[in-house]
């Protein structure tokens, strides 16, 4: 009875195992999303997507990988920028992601994975009764035998679907006149990492893989690539010198300070040194060293937008924020009121408590909430500002938009109705709150049906 009640509880299992991953971290900053949109864009088109559709999404996570999960966002982890030596070989990647988004492969996976969790359940099943019967020894190996069955089955579909979107991405990069050496450079670094954590690379090994081998995929893409007509083309050194200047003030965002100054030492003073030791001198509450690296970025380009966004940031998160009005209003004017910017900017405004402020604080945040309304800080300010003025309706619909992108639906659901009652009926702003109520209450009916 106890192998029955184990089989059993495994049966009931496997009705769950298509849990949704914990949800990670998004990492927003205005000019990396400007340069992984401008890498982007040729490739978009290339793949026959309607450019502006597509979006590039980066993940706080430090390992290399990628991928699509529905809809045309591609995830870049932060690990694979950081590990990337130039943007050719990010393009190559994006250019395989946007391979699975035209093959339609996350819909198919869904279908394959329903169609082995079939396959899992029966054998649970005829494990079970077997069990049941008696035939404990036949019950467990049918159990086992489904198991490998449904693995194999998914696993393969899988392999051939990455090895669909190699010859995508290939194609992509050709039509775009892109380069395919950057796409092979990096997967010869996943090859020295899978050699690194000691994966096998022999054609036994591949069955329990969801990729095809890194050392096969390698072989097929040079074959594609050193024949196409743009495997000579030149890397567009305007797009490198971003990209590099993205990636250093990236790791000098997350990494330790102390290895960010190792890596960037004080004896290089080009633009993504001296940024990445900017963000490691901020972090590491050396206020007058990151404004100088800081004031050392200005002098080579005093009107650079995200120099002075960087500059006011610092002194806004150092207490200074009469003092980062001026370099966030010009960042703000010059980017074209770039909801991001424009948001540290309302943000500055706000926090020197100066109430003659906040009418100018109003006007920027609605624009940025108007061009941008994922972006839950923003909404967070605005019902700062909303309060301040006696206006709670409209501060309770700022936090309902905020608590829904937070995916906090019974708080969203409170002030959502909070704001309706108190809104004009039939404003902008009461139908607004009304959806956010019934978006709520879905959400929430949904959960209560889950559970």
């Keep these: ?74 995830y870049l982890h932060s690990g694979l920028i950081d590990a990337a030596d130039n943007a050719n070989e990010v393009q190559g990647v994006i250019a395989h992601e946007l391979g699975h988004i035209t093959g339609g492969h996350v819909i198919r996976s869904a279908d394959s994975y329903r169609a082995a969790t079939n396959i899992t359940i029966l054998s649970l099943l005829l494990g079970v009764a077997a069990v049941a019967a008696g035939a404990t020894d036949a019950g467990l190996a049918a159990m086992m035998a489904g198991q490998q069955a449904a693995l194999g089955k998914f696993l393969a579909f899988s392999r051939a679907q990455e090895s669909s979107a190699d010859a995508a991405g290939a194609e992509y990069l050709s039509k775009a006149g892109i380069s ?4 092979l450079d990096f997967f010869g670094k996943l090859l020295n990492q899978e050699f690194r ?34 495997w000579e083309a030149p890397d567009d050194p305007e797009l490198e010198a971003r ?17 960010v100054l190792r890596a960037y030492p004080k004896t290089r003073q080009d633009i993504p040194a001296r940024y990445a030791r900017a963000y490691a001198y901020h972090r590491d509450a050396q206020v007058e060293k990151a404004l100088a690296e800081v004031a050392g970025l200005l002098a080579s380009v005093p009107d650079d937008p995200y120099f002075l966004e960087l500059k006011g ?16 209003r010009e960042a703000t004017e010059l980017t074209g009121n770039h909801p991001l910017i424009a948001t540290i900017f309302g943000h500055a ?25 994922w972006m839950p800080f923003a909404w967070y300010q605005l019902g700062v500002v909303y309060a301040a003025r006696g206006d709670m309706p409209r501060a309770r619909l700022a936090t309902a938009e905020q608590q829904a992108m937070n995916r906090q639906w019974f708080l969203a659901l409170g002030s959502a109705q909070v704001a309706e009652a108190g809104l004009p009926e039939g404003s902008p702003d009461w139908l607004r709150a009304q959806d956010i109520r019934m978006q709520a209450q879905a959400e929430l009916e949904a959960e209560r049906e889950r559970r």
Excluded at 180 to 183: C, I
Aim: hydrophobic letters at 50%; charged letters at 20%.
């Design 1 to 74: 009875m106890r192998i029955l009640a184990r089989l059993i509880a495994l049966l009931s299992l496997a009705a769950f195992t298509a849990q949704p991953v914990m949800a990670q971290s998004i990492l927003r900053d205005a000019e990396t999303e400007a340069v992984l949109q401008d890498m982007a864009a040729p490739l978009v088109s290339a793949a026959g997507l309607q450019a502006g559709n597509v979006d590039v999404v980066l993940i706080n996570d430090p390992s290399i990988n990628a991928f699509v999960a529905g809809g045309q966002v591609v």
């Design 180 to 183: 395919g050496r950057g796409s």
């Design 197 to 230: 954590y000691g994966r096998s690379q022999s054609p036994e090994a591949e069955f329990f893989r969801t990729h095809p081998l890194s050392s096969d995929r390698i072989n097929r893409l040079r074959e594609v690539y050193t024949v196409d007509p743009a």
């Design 243 to 259: 990209f590099a200047r993205v990636k250093a003030k990236l790791y000098g965002y997350l990494a330790e300070p102390a290895f």
């Design 313 to 328: 940031q610092i002194l806004l998160e150092s207490g200074r924020a009469a003092e980062a009005i001026p370099a966030l």
């Design 349 to 373: 405004l706000i926090a020197t408590e100066d109430q003659t402020h906040y009418a100018e604080a109003e006007k920027v945040l609605r624009a940025a909430v108007a061009r941008d309304r």
